[in-house]
């Protein structure tokens, strides 16, 4: 089977990490989705990919009920393949500029007023922070007032925005700002040779 027939298969698609999947499974089925998840392991241990796949299935339509998100994205349906291609505009992915040293307050703030904004095509906006240890110290205490923020809005009739983000473990958890883990829901995925 081909990579291209391989990705547009229904499901997860992801080796290794079935208890973290089945976690987010569970939360999509009984519709707890929170508002931010902190996905952490080993460099190339497939954070990315989880987060990834985790926003597809949020802003997937090929479940029974476009109003649901279903446990698993079914990779057909016409948000799935833009999620897959990368011009979903309801998914936002936020990562250290190459020509800077660190994710910056502007970068968290430009967050904070696309979540605020009405989403273009699916039922939320999914905001996904790549190496989120490289915010600096403006940008981690920006990030933890807005999730300061959603949660204490995070019971309001329409859902928050889900902010997914990940980071290398080798770095302390968020030293910079440590209060930001209490309002996260974690998944630590495990290092397999």
């Known amino acids: ?11 997860w698609n992801i080796a290794g990490h079935e208890h973290a999947i089945g976690l987010l ?8 989705v929170r508002h931010a998840y902190l996905f952490t392991g080993p460099d190339h241990i497939g954070k990315a990919l989880l987060a990834h796949r985790f926003a597809q299935t949020l802003l997937c339509t090929g479940g029974p009920d476009p109003q649901v998100a279903p446990e698993a ?7 799935c393949r833009k999620v897959l ?10 990562a250290r500029p190459p020509d800077k040293q660190f994710i910056v307050i502007e970068q968290i703030r430009s967050l904070q007023s696309d979540s605020a904004r009405k989403t273009m095509e699916g039922r939320r906006n999914v905001f996904i ?27 309001s009739c329409s859902p928050p ?15 910079k700002s440590p209060c930001i883990c209490s309002l996260l829901r974690k998944s630590k995925l495990p290092w397999k040779k």
């Open 85 to 94: 291609h990368g011009n979903h505009p309801d998914l936002h992915v936020i």
């Open 129 to 155: 922070i790549q190496d989120a240890h490289d915010m600096n110290l403006q940008a981690a205490n920006c990030l933890l007032k807005t999730l300061e923020d959603q949660n204490l809005t995070s019971s």
């Open 25 to 32: 499974r569970r939360i999509l089925a009984v519709q707890q």
């Open 73 to 79: 994205p079914c990779n057909a349906c016409l948000s």
């Open 1 to 11: 089977m081909s990579t291209l027939q391989q990705t547009i298969q229904p499901g």
């Open 161 to 175: 925005p889900i902010l997914a983000y990940y980071y290398q473990p080798f770095f302390p958890v968020y030293s």
